[in-house]
């Protein structure tokens, strides 16, 4: 039970408390708490995932493991989630 909540709380650690919205006057950075059902996010190279969702436009190796666990980078393209 231990080691189960050390890695719990090493992946809470790892999600970002911002993210940078992008809205029709341009971009924003807000807080994750913020964030909408519909909202577009940009995710720059390094950054982490602030949240769940599909592709926009871009492709990417990305680190999910702030959403998923999954601690290899995973090839991402347009309409992937």
């Known amino acids: 039970a231990d080691g189960a909540r050390r890695s719990i709380e090493s992946l809470i650690k790892l ?3 911002r993210a940078r919205r992008v809205t029709a006057s341009g971009e924003e950075e807000v807080p994750v708490k913020e964030l909408r059902i519909g909202d ?3 995710v720059r190279p390094g950054d982490n995932i602030a949240a769940d969702g599909v592709i926009v436009t ?3 190796s990305l680190n999910q493991a702030s959403i998923t666990g999954e601690s290899l980078p995973v090839d991402k393209k347009s309409g992937d989630e």
Do not use: A, H
């Open 40 to 42: 577009v996010i940009r």
């Open 58 to 60: 871009g492709q990417g």
């Open 15 to 17: 999600t970002p408390g």
